[in-house]
């Protein structure tokens, strides 16, 4: 398990160093805050990113189901961060990117 320390202000976060690129938390993320990217080092060729940071709700998915123990997500009570409501626009680009083998699209602009 990771020491990772809590970044403040921040609800969710990643221990890049763990994370093997098996897709999970992106699939398992109904707010569209999480997607894969390149990245060449990778031994899959990718690696997990944080790309709607103000979207996330706390639901604790991505790290409930991450096996390599990767991402962490705030607690509500004690890091006192306010998360975010599940809009349309963050279902749909969650939508968007699991269309998109768990990449958010090039040309997506909602
Ligand atoms: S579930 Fe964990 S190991 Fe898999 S892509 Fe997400 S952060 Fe990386
Ligand atoms: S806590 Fe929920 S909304 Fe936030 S990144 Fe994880 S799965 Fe997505």
């Known amino acids: 398990m990771s020491l990772l320390k809590a970044p403040i202000n921040t609800p969710v976060w990643i221990d890049i160093t ?18 894969m990217r390149q990245e060449p080092s990778s031994t899959l060729g990718a690696i997990i990113d944080i790309i709607a940071l103000d979207s996330c709700i706390g ?12 991402i962490h997500v705030a607690d509500k ?13 963050s279902k ?6 699991r269309d998109n083998n768990y990449r958010l699209p090039t040309n997506y602009e909602k």
């Open 59 to 70: 639901c604790g998915e991505c790290e409930l189901h991450c096996p390599d123990f990767a």
């Open 18 to 35: 763990r994370c093997k690129a098996c897709d999970i938390c992106v699939s398992a993320c109904p707010a569209g805050v999480l997607s």
């Open 92 to 97: 749909q680009r969650a939508e968007a990117i």
């Open 77 to 89: 009570k004690s890091d006192a961060i306010s998360f975010a409501k599940l809009t349309p626009e």
